[in-house]
Nanobody, 122 residues
Protein backbone atom coordinates (compact mmCIF):
# COMPACT_ATOMS: atom_id res chain seq x y z
CA UNK A 1 0.00 0.00 0.00
CA UNK A 2 1.45 3.36 -0.99
CA UNK A 3 1.69 6.05 1.68
CA UNK A 4 1.33 9.70 0.73
CA UNK A 5 2.51 12.81 2.56
CA UNK A 6 1.57 16.30 1.38
CA UNK A 7 3.45 19.49 2.10
CA UNK A 8 3.62 23.08 0.92
CA UNK A 9 0.35 24.49 2.15
CA UNK A 10 0.09 27.82 3.91
CA UNK A 11 -1.36 31.30 3.90
CA UNK A 12 -1.09 33.39 0.76
CA UNK A 13 -2.72 36.55 -0.53
CA UNK A 14 -5.09 36.47 -3.48
CA UNK A 15 -3.13 36.48 -6.72
CA UNK A 16 -0.21 34.68 -5.15
CA UNK A 17 1.23 31.23 -5.75
CA UNK A 18 1.92 28.05 -3.82
CA UNK A 19 3.47 24.75 -4.80
CA UNK A 20 2.17 21.64 -3.12
CA UNK A 21 4.20 18.45 -3.01
CA UNK A 22 3.13 14.90 -2.32
CA UNK A 23 5.81 12.36 -1.50
CA UNK A 24 4.96 8.70 -1.95
CA UNK A 25 6.52 5.65 -0.39
CA UNK A 26 6.99 2.37 -2.18
CA UNK A 27 8.44 1.23 -5.47
CA UNK A 28 5.23 1.27 -7.52
CA UNK A 29 4.67 5.04 -7.59
CA UNK A 30 5.22 5.20 -11.33
CA UNK A 31 2.32 2.76 -11.83
CA UNK A 32 -0.24 5.00 -10.18
CA UNK A 33 -2.48 7.68 -11.53
CA UNK A 34 -2.09 10.58 -9.11
CA UNK A 35 -4.73 13.12 -8.27
CA UNK A 36 -5.25 16.21 -6.18
CA UNK A 37 -8.53 16.88 -4.43
CA UNK A 38 -9.61 19.60 -2.04
CA UNK A 39 -12.21 20.09 0.64
CA UNK A 40 -13.37 23.48 1.78
CA UNK A 41 -15.13 23.96 5.14
CA UNK A 42 -18.70 22.73 4.95
CA UNK A 43 -18.28 21.39 1.44
CA UNK A 44 -17.72 18.00 -0.11
CA UNK A 45 -14.33 16.90 -1.34
CA UNK A 46 -13.87 17.88 -4.97
CA UNK A 47 -11.54 16.90 -7.76
CA UNK A 48 -8.80 19.36 -8.70
CA UNK A 49 -6.38 17.65 -11.08
CA UNK A 50 -5.04 14.28 -12.16
CA UNK A 51 -1.99 13.02 -13.99
CA UNK A 52 -1.37 9.71 -15.68
CA UNK A 53 1.48 7.41 -14.66
CA UNK A 54 3.67 8.63 -17.51
CA UNK A 55 2.63 12.28 -17.12
CA UNK A 56 1.43 12.26 -20.72
CA UNK A 57 -2.16 13.00 -19.73
CA UNK A 58 -3.37 15.65 -17.32
CA UNK A 59 -6.88 16.78 -16.48
CA UNK A 60 -8.16 19.71 -14.48
CA UNK A 61 -11.36 20.86 -12.91
CA UNK A 62 -12.80 23.84 -14.76
CA UNK A 63 -12.40 25.97 -11.64
CA UNK A 64 -8.60 25.67 -11.71
CA UNK A 65 -7.88 25.22 -15.41
CA UNK A 66 -5.26 27.69 -16.59
CA UNK A 67 -4.17 28.51 -13.03
CA UNK A 68 -3.02 25.17 -11.59
CA UNK A 69 -0.48 22.74 -13.04
CA UNK A 70 -0.04 19.14 -11.96
CA UNK A 71 3.25 17.38 -12.58
CA UNK A 72 5.17 14.39 -11.30
CA UNK A 73 8.73 13.18 -10.94
CA UNK A 74 8.70 9.39 -10.87
CA UNK A 75 12.39 9.29 -9.97
CA UNK A 76 11.58 11.20 -6.78
CA UNK A 77 8.23 9.50 -6.11
CA UNK A 78 6.65 12.93 -5.93
CA UNK A 79 3.67 14.68 -7.49
CA UNK A 80 3.29 18.44 -7.48
CA UNK A 81 0.52 20.98 -7.77
CA UNK A 82 1.64 24.43 -8.83
CA UNK A 83 -1.09 26.90 -7.93
CA UNK A 84 -0.95 30.37 -9.46
CA UNK A 85 -3.36 33.30 -9.43
CA UNK A 86 -4.89 31.97 -6.25
CA UNK A 87 -8.35 33.10 -5.23
CA UNK A 88 -10.05 33.11 -1.83
CA UNK A 89 -12.34 30.36 -3.11
CA UNK A 90 -9.29 28.10 -3.46
CA UNK A 91 -9.09 27.98 0.33
CA UNK A 92 -9.34 24.33 1.36
CA UNK A 93 -7.47 21.32 2.62
CA UNK A 94 -5.71 19.76 -0.34
CA UNK A 95 -5.22 16.02 -0.57
CA UNK A 96 -3.19 13.93 -2.95
CA UNK A 97 -4.40 10.47 -3.84
CA UNK A 98 -3.36 7.44 -5.85
CA UNK A 99 -5.42 5.30 -8.18
CA UNK A 100 -4.97 2.42 -10.58
CA UNK A 101 -7.24 3.98 -13.17
CA UNK A 102 -7.48 7.49 -14.54
CA UNK A 103 -10.47 9.40 -13.23
CA UNK A 104 -11.97 12.30 -11.36
CA UNK A 105 -14.11 10.38 -8.87
CA UNK A 106 -12.68 10.20 -5.39
CA UNK A 107 -14.04 6.67 -5.03
CA UNK A 108 -11.56 5.52 -7.67
CA UNK A 109 -8.61 6.55 -5.50
CA UNK A 110 -7.50 3.98 -2.94
CA UNK A 111 -4.73 5.80 -1.10
CA UNK A 112 -4.86 9.28 0.42
CA UNK A 113 -2.53 11.65 2.19
CA UNK A 114 -3.42 13.48 5.37
CA UNK A 115 -3.94 16.80 3.59
CA UNK A 116 -2.28 20.20 3.64
CA UNK A 117 -4.20 23.39 4.34
CA UNK A 118 -4.21 26.27 1.88
CA UNK A 119 -5.67 29.60 2.92
CA UNK A 120 -6.01 32.44 0.43
CA UNK A 121 -6.75 35.85 1.90
CA UNK A 122 -8.52 38.59 -0.02
Amino acid sequence: QVQLVESGGGLVQAGGSLRLSCAASGRTFSSYVMGWFRQAPGKEREFVAAISWSASITYYADSVKGRFTISRDNAKNTVYLQMDSLKPEDTAVYYCAAAWVYGTNAKEYHAWGQGTRVTVSS
